[in-house]
């Protein structure tokens, strides 16, 4: 298993990850597209057993623009959730950006999802606010982490 950063021969492979992740929630190919047209400010780190994607994390870098890389998506093969990817691919994020200069880290998620909650405790992010009916498929309230290092 290794951990490295997204090419394009990889898109087709991680779109179908992030259907088997999120479902009817999936981004859409539009969003795909605008997504791998600025590779320079969305950042992709893979997790890799032998050639397949198992697991990958989505960072947009706002860079000096607004000081703070936001976390957009991650996602696990359910048949390897649970063995610490998120972790592993967050701690690698966090380690690159710092090296970038960057302190502030951002990120949200649904209010049921617990798991990932878990993740955001685990690194100290703390959670600043609500947002009411933030997600579609089930409308559902976001919570939005920081981390400031």
Known sequence: MKIV??????????IELDKECFGE????????SEIL??????????????????????VFNWGQEKNYVKITSIGTKSSF??????HKLIQT???????????DFRGET???NYP??????DFNFRCVETFKEYYDNPTEDALRYHLNI
Do not use: P
């Open 37 to 58: 047209e600025d590779l320079e400010h969305n950042i992709i780190y893979l997790v890799k057993q032998s050639k397949e994607i198992i697991a990958y994390l989505m």
């Open 5 to 14: 950063k997204f090419n394009l021969e990889d898109k087709n492979e991680l």
């Open 25 to 32: 929630n999936c981004w859409n190919n539009e969003l795909w």
């Open 93 to 103: 994020m966090i380690e690159d950006m710092k090296k970038e200069g960057m302190r």
């Open 116 to 121: 990932m909650q878990k993740v955001f405790s």
């Open 81 to 86: 959730r649970g063995q610490g990817l998120a």
């Open 110 to 112: 649904r209010v049921t």
